[in-house]
């Protein structure tokens, strides 16, 4: 999808015209918004999100690359169907590993763009405490918030913004509806 030149305007046609969907691979550290972000997103493009973290937590090994690249087939399996048909799909995860968005993108060869969401650690871990009766901690809060922030990748988004401030956002980067 990458940049859009100015002056130009791509005809609005709807997904029963489309060839292909797309798909946003939405990353960030536990405790960022990204389920929260991901279901708001997918409710104004008329997606489907596909959440990653729950598929990583039923097989956990510590967070191999090996678990995620395993995690990557069962991904393309739920997605390219909904791609085939016009469908967007929003994949929710930490997303630790280059190689693991790197491999997603080539098991997919559909429009993509990627968004991380910029938290800092001490909200990640304010959030897990509310969200959970049993929330994860701030230990393991912060491993993750360090894996997930090891690289940059994709856009950067504020989560500290409303989640409809960072819908429009990340909405305004992908293709019409």
Known sequence: MGHRSGGTSRPRRGRSERTAGYYVILRGPLGSGKSTVAEALARTVQGKVVHLDGLADRNWDG?????FLRGNVVLERVARPWLAQGVP???????YWKSQIRDLEARLPFP???????????????RDRRRSATPSGPAEAGFVFRKVNRFEWGIPI????TV??????????????
């Open 112 to 126: 993509h763009e990627s968004f991380t969401l910029k938290v800092p650690l001490s909200v990640c871990i304010e």
């Open 89 to 95: 799909v929003i994949f929710d995860g930490c997303f």
């Open 158 to 161: 504020d989560g500290l913004k």
């Open 164 to 177: 409809a401030h960072q819908v429009r956002s990340i909405a305004s980067r992908l293709p019409p509806a």
């Open 63 to 67: 967070g191999s690359v090996a678990l």
